[in-house]
């Protein structure tokens, strides 16, 4: 379809997508970035323990990894964001191309703990937006029969983080049951979703991090960056 038989469309920033813009001028060469959040603060933490799973899978696979502690960490908007679990926390999400979030179960959904930390990961800080088109992996960890209320209410949140969040997930019933007395996970089948899920990760994290920038370019911020930049230039001397 033509462009002239779409009246609303400003022909100007309407773009054809296609296969050659998706190859990467300079492939990056340097390892995976993850960044694996927990949501619990016992001290033995079974989304904690299931994230160090995770994140040794990851590094076996190539990647770099980042655990971030939600110890300290205060309530959204309870702290200026000046604080330094904060500003440790927004740092770590600016440095990952690719996250994995991991929480309990607590009546029916998220711990708060878990929600805490991306309510303060903003979806913009200036001109960068720390999640925007990074991969994202979800798991969650019930002390009884299995759930999949918290993957489904984190898979909500990827997206309002505009991130992307890949198809395949963890959820590990009676978890205390899966981790022997050095809190290393017996082999399972959960386990084995574990590896499954940490796996696509790293691939889909390999095959977006470089097209970020353009899958992430949209028609009506082009749109909206024009009209802002015709009213600044046009604007009357003062």
Same mark, same amino acid.
């Given at each position: *379809?033509?462009? +002239?038989?779409?009246?609303?469309?400003?022909?100007?920033?309407?773009?054809?997508?296609?296969?050659?813009?998706?190859?990467?001028?300079?492939?990056?060469?340097?390892?995976?970035?993850? $960044?694996?959040?927990?949501?619990?603060?016992?001290?033995?933490?079974?989304?904690?323990?299931?994230?160090?799973?995770?994140?040794?899978?990851?590094?076996? /696979?190539?990647?770099?990894?980042?655990?971030?502690?939600?110890?300290?960490?205060?309530?959204?908007?309870?702290?200026?964001? +000046?604080?330094?679990?904060?500003?440790?926390?927004?740092?770590?999400?600016?440095?990952?191309?690719?996250?994995?979030?991991?929480?309990?179960?607590?009546?029916?959904?998220?711990?708060?703990?878990?929600?805490?930390?991306?309510?303060?990961?903003?979806?913009? *800080?200036?001109?960068?937006?720390?999640?925007?088109?990074?991969?994202?992996?979800?798991?969650?960890?019930?002390?009884? +029969?299995?759930?999949?209320?918290?993957?489904?209410?984190?898979?909500?949140?990827?997206?309002? *983080?505009? /991130?992307?969040?890949?198809?395949?997930?963890?959820? *590990?019933?009676?978890?205390? /049951?899966?981790?022997?007395?050095?809190?290393?996970?017996?082999?399972?089948? %959960? %386990?084995?979703?574990?590896?499954?899920?940490? &796996?696509? $990760?790293?691939?889909?994290?390999?095959?977006?991090?470089?097209?970020?920038?353009?899958?992430?370019?949209? %028609?009506?911020?082009?749109?909206?960056?024009?009209? &802002?930049?015709?009213?600044?230039?046009?604007?009357?001397?003062?």
């Amino acid at each position: *379809m033509k462009v +002239s038989k779409l009246p609303n469309i400003n022909p100007e920033l309407f773009e054809l997508p296609t296969g050659e813009q998706l190859i990467p001028a300079k492939p990056s060469n340097h390892a995976p970035r993850i $960044l694996l959040l927990y949501g619990s603060l016992r001290e033995r933490s079974f989304s904690r323990l299931a994230v160090e799973e995770a994140a040794r899978l990851l590094e076996a /696979m190539g990647a770099e990894t980042r655990i971030f502690s939600p110890r300290g960490l205060p309530l959204a908007d309870a702290e200026d964001a +000046s604080h330094p679990k904060v500003q440790e926390l927004r740092e770590l999400a600016q440095w990952a191309e690719g996250m994995v979030w991991c929480s309990p179960e607590r009546h029916g959904a998220m711990t708060g703990i878990m929600k805490t930390q991306i309510d303060w990961i903003p979806l913009s *800080m200036g001109a960068v937006r720390p999640t925007q088109g990074k991969t994202l992996a979800v798991m969650q960890v019930c002390g009884g +029969s299995q759930s999949f209320n918290v993957v489904n209410q984190l898979r909500v949140l990827g997206r309002w *983080m505009r /991130m992307v969040t890949i198809p395949n997930q963890s959820s *590990m019933p009676k978890a205390f /049951m899966e981790f022997d007395d050095n809190n290393r996970m017996k082999p399972s089948a %959960y %386990y084995d979703r574990i590896v499954d899920v940490m &796996e696509e $990760l790293v691939k889909f994290t390999l095959l977006v991090r470089d097209r970020s920038e353009y899958l992430t370019n949209r %028609y009506s911020e082009r749109k909206e960056s024009a009209e &802002e930049l015709s009213k600044r230039v046009n604007q009357r001397a003062i």
